[in-house]
């Protein structure tokens, strides 16, 4: 079983960066695909090798996800915040098919955190 643990979240006001972390403990979880997830809004995933990454439209050139499997920590860098993107962030875990593989749906991740609040202000 992987346990996923999301920090980070805040308030902040619009055209700031935050930055959202996922730590995971459990079986192997270097060989996990993570994503990040937004009130049940795909946002970004990475696969278990870390080179192969996907990003939600709305996020592309603003939000980068990436990963340091030595500290099992999955990043979400958000930069040039907009109110639009205020929620609760939420990590996904699942076994991944290969090191190249990413996930971009809710039901193809297996393991869940508990979510970080993110508020953005104009």
């Known amino acids: 079983q992987v346990q996923l643990v999301e920090s980070g979240g805040g308030s902040v006001q619009a055209g700031a960066s935050l930055r959202l972390s996922c730590e995971a403990s459990?079986?192997?979880?270097?060989?996990?695909?993570m994503g990040w997830f937004r009130q049940r809004e795909f946002v970004a995933s990475t696969s278990w090798g870390g080179a192969s990454t996907d990003y939600a439209d709305s996020v592309k050139g603003r939000f980068t996800i990436s990963r340091d499997n030595a500290s099992n920590t999955v990043y979400l860098q958000m930069n040039t915040v907009k109110p639009e993107d205020t929620a609760a962030y939420y990590c996904?875990?699942?076994?991944?098919?290969?090191?190249?593989?990413?996930?971009?749906?809710?039901?193809?991740?297996?393991?869940w955190g508990q979510g970080t609040q993110v508020t953005v202000s104009s």
């Open positions: 459990g079986p192997t979880p270097t060989t996990y695909a």
């Open positions: 996904a875990a699942r076994q991944g098919a290969n090191s190249r593989t990413y996930y971009v749906t809710e039901r193809a991740y297996d393991y």
